[in-house]
């Protein structure tokens, strides 16, 4: 089955985020577990936790429908220790908010160098992860190809496979293909999105696809930056995102819409799930 839905707002409460996503007619959603623009944030109530779970089940969503994102402040590559800590404990309640909603799987970005190595980062970031999976039996973490601007890193897939390889909880680990990210890479999903499906499917395997981030971009190829766009009306093109969604792989993991304009959302949705 195709899980695909938009990553919805938590606003007012958490527990209204599956009832957001089912009203646009999704399969699938994404969310933040909590505000993602703070260090800390009080926990879930245990009242907003049953009815996350009720709703769930009420709009016919199982765990694997479902992808969080994790707050954007978390820097698993960061050479300044205290923030390194920081990003850990954030990455940590992050992480346990997920396994808390009954969910099971993190996306997370691989995070920024800054200074030094690259290869110094890597190790940083694997670090973090494995104190992560350790910490948290049950969780699954989905590592997100980004567009590579600076030092960020995972823009490429002989990246990725060298944090992969650098961590030791391998069978936890996999990762989430953004679309719009791989463009401004320089992966040409627009041209010929199967051969660069195929050639991540070579490398790690179908297993190793947790989830896709399905975003236009507005943005040329290769031009390392992050501007989405919704689907259709960006420079990768609707024809892409068809092919996409054909793909045996890409059945029974979450396909989230991280798309602009959030009227246009419910269009997306239909449109994909009509290919
Ligand atoms: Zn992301
Ligand atoms: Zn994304």
Redesign the pocket.
């Known amino acids: 089955m195709l899980f695909v839905g938009p990553h919805v707002s938590i606003a007012k409460d958490i527990s209204l985020a599956p009832v957001r996503a089912h009203e646009l007619g999704a399969t699938g959603f994404a969310l933040f577990t909590k505000n993602q623009r703070v260090w800390s944030a009080p926990p879930i109530s245990e009242e907003s936790i049953i009815s996350f779970r009720k709703n769930m089940e009420e709009c016919g969503f199982t765990a694997k429908a479902v992808l969080p994102h994790a707050g954007y402040l978390i820097n698993p590559a960061s050479p300044d220790k205290d923030l390194w800590e920081k990003s850990l404990s954030l990455f940590l309640d992050e992480a346990a908010r997920t396994l808390a909603l009954g969910l099971d799987t993190i996306n997370i970005h691989p995070g920024a160098y800054k200074e030094g190595l690259g290869t110094d980062g890597i190790r940083r970031s694997a670090m973090m992860m494995d104190e992560v999976l350790g910490q948290m039996p049950g969780l699954r973490i989905a590592i ?1 190809n980004t567009a590579g601007a600076g030092t960020i890193l995972g823009s490429s897939f002989e990246e990725l496979d060298e944090l992969l390889s650098a961590a030791n909880e391998k069978d936890r680990i996999g990762f ?1 293909l ?1 679309t719009a ?1 791989l463009f401004g890479s320089g992966y040409d999903v627009a041209s010929d999105p199967d051969s660069i499906l195929d050639s991540f499917f070579s490398r790690f395997g179908k297993d190793k696809l947790y989830g896709m ?1 399905l ?1 236009d971009s507005k943005v040329p190829l290769a031009s390392h930056k992050d501007r989405h766009e919704s689907i259709g009306k960006g420079l990768i093109g609707k024809e892409a995102f068809l092919a996409i969604v054909k793909r045996q792989e890409v059945q029974d993991i979450p396909l989230v819409l ?1 798309t602009i304009d959030e009227t246009l959302w419910k269009d997306e949705i239909k449109m994909l799930l009509s290919a």
Do not use: R
């Open positions: 997100e989430t953004d990210h981030h975003n991280e």
